[in-house]
């Protein structure tokens, strides 16, 4: 230090003095450590130069860290790696091709099942409209005859038949131009019977009174 101190042209005395108070400021440094007391690093050169220590130290537990970390990461990115990757992706590629196929059979098959419902639906109703149309005008042919017995229940039920048909019809939008007359012929008959009480209810007896 004495020498530096020549190098900056300071008197010998002041050199001296500085160096006396660097000594007694770290002869006070351990003294007051002894006592356990914190000591900055001003009265203590030693703990300076341990601190720099520790730093060094972590530095380098932090450079061979990084040095692990890009160790692992060049492992997982390795040709190996790699090549298993790209044999995943093939398969999940083909996976996607198998099940881009299912859909489309798939909804084929539906739209299969759906067309056939409709023409099921389609036929259903063909039978309905028919079936009714059937009975409203077998119905009529039966009652013309003013002869033949038929109950008021028979006529209670072929009029909700007619009613369900029209109802049909109408929330189907379609057009009636077939049991017009014979819904007409079962009204009159009906109107007959209930005047002239010739229900076969009235006949046979089971009914009497106004």
């Not at 005395?13 to 000591?39: A, H, P, R």
């Not at 720099?52 to 492992?75: G, P």
């Amino acid at each position: 230090m004495i020498g530096y101190l020549e190098y900056l042209d300071a008197p010998v005395k002041v050199g001296l003095v500085i160096i006396g108070c660097f000594l007694v400021m770290q002869i006070i440094g351990e003294f007051l450590e002894f006592k356990g007391k914190v000591v900055p690093e001003v009265l203590k050169v030693r703990k300076f130069f341990s601190r720099r220590k520790q730093e060094k130290n972590e530095t380098a537990q932090t450079l061979r860290e990084v040095k692990l970390l890009l160790s692992e990461v060049n492992a997982h990115y390795s040709e190996d790696n790699i090549t298993k990757r790209n044999s995943w992706m093939n398969w999940v590629n083909e996976r996607a091709v198998v099940y881009d196929n299912s859909i489309v059979d798939i909804t084929k098959n539906l739209a299969d099942v759906t067309q056939a419902l409709k023409d099921n639906t389609k036929l259903t109703e063909e039978i309905f409209i028919q079936s009714s149309r059937d009975r409203i005008i077998a119905f009529s042919t039966k009652v013309a005859d003013e002869n033949a017995l038929v109950s008021m229940e028979e006529f209670n039920r072929i009029f909700k038949i007619y009613n369900d048909y029209e109802n049909y019809l109408h929330d189907h939008n379609l057009t009636n131009g077939e049991v017009e007359i014979a819904h007409r012929i079962i009204e009159e008959a009906y109107e007959l019977r209930l005047k002239t009480r010739s229900f076969t209810e009235y006949i046979r007896g089971y009914i009497t009174g106004e």
